[in-house]
Each structure stands twice: as C-alpha cells, then as structure tokens.
C-alpha cells in the first residue's frame, strides 16, 4: 500500500493545496493525517472541507489542537497567548458540520496495517512532543508496530531502533532536503514524522510531507514551496497575531 503521510495543517490552506498539488500525480491507495487541521492558520473550514471531501480514503488521528477548539475555555489555557487566542477565534468560526468532523476523530494511537501505526504527539500521549532520544526510546516502548509515523513537532525526522544479537541502540536524525529517501530494515523499528503542511519549524518554510510505501518500506519526503505571502495575509485579515503569520516566513 502506498500512503500519503500528512501533520499538522493548522489552518494554512495555501500550503495544504500547494502539498495536495504536489502529490497528485504520485500513485497512492489511501491518506495517513496525523492530526491538527486547524489551530494557527485562518483557514479552519476550507482545510476540514477539504479532507472532508478526500472521504474514507483517510485514516486519522485527532491532533491536540483539534481536541482544544472544541473546548478552547478549558483546553486552551495551557497553550502560549498567541495559540489560545487562535483557538478561540477558530472555535467561533467553525461551522457546525466542521466541528462536529474533529469531534469524531479517533485519539492515536491507531493501527493501519499490522506494522504500521500512526499517532499525534507521542504513542501514548497526543500532547508530548518526540524530539530526542529519550523520548522516542520510551515511545517505542509503549508500541509494538515497526513503523510509526507521529506530528506535533513540525520537524521532520527519524528514529531507528535496532536491536542486533542482545545490542540495542538508538538513532535519531534531522530530515532535510528537497526530497529524502529512506529505505527502511525490516529487521529494525522506526518512528518517522513526516514535518508539518502548515506551520514547519525547522527554518525550512516549505510545507512538508511524505509518501509511505509499505511493501516496500520505502519512506520518501517531500518539500513543498507555497503561497506563504497567501497564508500570511489570511491571518492578518483575520486579526490574528502578527507572530502567527510571520514565523511562515522563516518556518519557525
Ligand atoms: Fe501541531
């Protein structure tokens, strides 16, 4: 099977169609979405409409944000001023049909295929954040699938867990480039984020994204140039805070 493997949109409909243009010509049986459609970004609607409209073809997980706008006075007063007064503001604006979508969405982690899994922040909590060792060596703990693709972070990367004659060891890399191919060990276990469509912080301002073959255990990345400048005024018009729109421009 061959899945697109998308995080993170927040919002950012410029970037979500540029990633969706970009991946239209790659063969593909079915979406993975990681979890935060909205938060950050003003577009709410248009990005829910349009995995709405993208049907049973996505398998999903509900991202904390996603979780949050349902219930801003309550969920979002551990998020910084900037993130709560967008959850709020996209709470007033979500359509009934809109809300009622991230209120179906199933909390990670779930399984795709026997080996494979997603999930938002960690596998056992969608709020953590995966960013060093430790945390992904407890992460693959609480899981038993070879491959696990995770968001939350906005920065794509990897982590390879062997464990060869009683040695264990773990890795974790930084994914980087314009396109980056892996070809993942079956004998070995991964947990791989694929960055984030709306809102990359790893000073990289494409959108990002992949593309899972799971026969072949061959993940690809993708970078994605958009309409940043797009992505920025709809914020702006929206009264949004300034930082939300202009850390698209360094991807930060
Ligand atoms: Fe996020």
Redesign the pocket.
């Known amino acids: 099977m061959r899945y697109l493997v998308i995080s ?1 949109i ?1 919002g950012n409909l410029e970037a979500f169609r540029a990633v969706l243009a970009h991946a239209a010509r790659k063969r593909r049986d079915g979406v993975l979405f990681l979890g ?1 459609a909205v938060g950050y970004g003003a577009a709410p609607n248009q990005v829910i409409e349009r995995l709405r409209r993208m049907g049973a073809a996505v398998i999903s997980v509900r ?1 904390n ?1 996603d979780r949050v706008v349902l219930d801003p006075g309550r969920g979002a007063v551990f998020f910084n001023p900037h993130a709560r007064r967008a959850a709020l503001w996209t709470a007033e604006v979500l359509t009934s049909a809109n809300r009622r979508y991230l209120d179906a969405l199933p909390a990670g982690p779930r399984t795709v295929e026997a080996d494979l899994a997603i999930c938002h922040g960690s596998p056992s909590d969608e709020d953590e954040y995966l960013f060093g060792e430790d945390e992904a060596e407890q992460a693959f703990a609480a899981i038993t699938a070879g491959v696990t693709f995770f ?2 972070s ?1 920065v794509p990367c990897m982590f390879e867990r062997a464990d060869e004659g009683g040695r264990e060891s773990l890795v974790g890399v930084l994914l980087r480039g314009n396109r980056v191919v892996i070809d993942l060990d079956p004998t070995r276990r991964y947990l791989i984020n694929p960055g ?1 469509v709306g809102q990359p912080r790893d000073r990289d301002p494409r959108a990002s994204y992949g593309i899972y073959d799971s026969t072949a255990r061959r993940f690809t990345l993708y970078r994605v140039a958009y309409d940043v400048e797009g992505a920025r005024r709809r914020i702006l018009g929206a009264g949004l805070p300034h930082v939300l729109a202009d850390r698209l421009l360094h991807g930060a």
């Open positions: 993170d927040h935060d991202g944000h968001g939350h906005h984030s």
